[in-house]
């Protein structure tokens, strides 16, 4: 990563990858080109845990993305140390994904960890989680994540562009 520039970089971060941090992954990088702002903004996706790494994240999530016109082509991968410093923002999911992201954070790290679910303006706090979809029937749950994940990244962009996180 460029550190000889002012792009910020985010890595939004759920159980394996496979769920909600790809689709969080492909909803802000699709916002970041529909305001074209490629040159400013960069993100990825990984897991905590490494049981699919380097397969495709879950059919119905793609399907989801696919209904929206969302191309994604990553792979799953598992959260590294250097990420700690690579990154302005590692965004989890839930609580339970904070407390792990807190864990392996190593004392040099320069990115804030943030979750996502508390740019879910207007909810109370304990409404603010973008609850893991993967053993859901269907592919409802994986739309709720989207629409979830469509305006907690509307708000994470704004807000980071203000300089207000």
């Not at 939004?12 to 702002?37: F, G």
């Not at 049981?51 to 799953?76: C, M, Q, S």
């Not at 392996?104 to 609850?131: N, Q, S, T, V």
């Not at 749950?141 to 994470?156: G, H, R, S, V």
Request: charged share 30%; net charge negative; aromatic share 10%.
């Amino acid at each position: 990563m460029d550190d000889k520039t002012n792009k910020k970089y985010v890595l939004m971060v759920c159980v394996d990858n496979t769920c909600r941090s790809p689709i969080a992954e492909a909803v802000l990088r699709d916002m970041i080109v529909k305001q074209d702002l490629q040159a400013e903004w960069d993100v990825e996706s990984a897991a905590i845990e490494a049981w699919h790494v380097g397969a495709h994240p879950d059919e119905r999530a793609l399907n989801v993305l696919h209904k929206h016109k969302i191309k994604y082509t990553n792979f799953v991968r598992r959260i590294k140390r250097e990420d700690f410093e690579n990154f302005d923002y590692i965004v989890g999911m839930d609580q339970s994904i904070m407390a792990s992201l807190k864990l392996l954070e190593p004392h040099y790290a320069k990115a804030k960890l943030l979750m996502l679910g508390d740019f879910l303006i207007g909810l109370k706090p304990d409404e603010r989680f973008i609850e893991d979809p993967y053993y859901e029937m269907g592919e409802g749950p994986f739309d709720k994540i989207y629409e979830q994940c469509t305006l907690a990244c509307a708000n994470f962009l704004n807000q980071a562009r203000n300089d207000e996180i």
